[in-house]
């Protein structure tokens, strides 16, 4: 299997601009998790999906963050409006079952915002 | 709510010397797993082990071993021998039974010196 991926690896837009990424999780997996990473916070949960659905959003930051899993292949995170303090790493992450073992990584996205 | 405390933000130790990451968690419920994952400067998140509430036994894998101890809520790495390669930022996460969702510590930036 090719692993998570993510796209874009690297971004770089002005504040109040719309962001998208993008997640393919590996197949079969039911859960997907989104992370941001920074220095002072470290790695935080944004939100996680079972089966495509939203199980907790509670660390998305804000209403300019949104998450949807469409299917069970494809997942985005959206920025809008962005501002300078959401640059960041953001990780996506996919598991059949969180408990059992490794949580799969997919290579990140750098987000900088202007 | 679980949570994780990694205290040490950052470390520095010379080539050859024993080093140990702290891992304080806080859970309320009796089944719960914890994980240890390994940030090299590429950036890759890399699994290292995953430990159950129920197994205290402490695992040795090479030059790495964990200590797994309930009394105190700690779940300790130690790095023996230490190598250049060991450099990265060191993760310790926790997921409870209940609840999927798999919380990080802020992790633990470690530095050999050669």
Redesign the interface.
């Known amino acids: 299997d090719a692993g998570v991926i993510q796209s874009p690896r690297h971004e770089v837009t002005e504040m109040g601009q719309e962001v998208t990424l993008r997640c393919k999780p590996i197949s079969g997996h039911d859960y997907l998790f989104w992370y941001r990473q920074t220095m002072m916070r470290g790695l935080e949960l944004l939100i996680y999906f079972n089966n495509n659905v939203p199980i907790d959003d509670s660390g998305m930051p804000e209403d300019r963050f949104s998450a949807k899993m469409p299917n069970a292949s494809f997942s985005t995170l959206k920025i809008q409006p962005s501002e300078p303090r959401d640059s960041a790493v953001y990780f996506c992450a996919s598991h059949l079952d969180p408990a059992a073992g490794e949580l799969f990584f997919g290579e990140g996205s750098r987000l900088t915002v202007l | 709510a679980q949570k994780v405390t990694q205290a040490q933000t950052e470390i520095s130790v010379v080539e050859k010397e024993d080093v140990t990451l702290d891992c304080v968690y806080e859970t309320r419920d009796t089944t719960y797993?914890l994980?240890w994952y390994k940030q090299p400067p590429s950036?890759?998140?890399v699994?290292l082990i995953?430990r159950?509430s129920f197994d205290e036994q402490n695992e040795i894998s090479g030059r790495y071993s964990w200590n797994f101890q309930k009394s105190t809520s700690s779940f300790n790495f130690t790095i023996t021998a230490s190598q250049v390669v060991d450099s990265a930022v060191y993760?310790c996460?926790l997921?409870e039974?209940r609840?999927?969702?798999?919380?990080?510590?802020?992790?633990t930036r470690l530095h050999i010196l050669p």
């Open positions: 797993y994980f950036g890759e998140l699994f995953r159950n993760f996460a997921t039974f609840d999927d969702k798999i919380i990080f510590g802020k992790g």
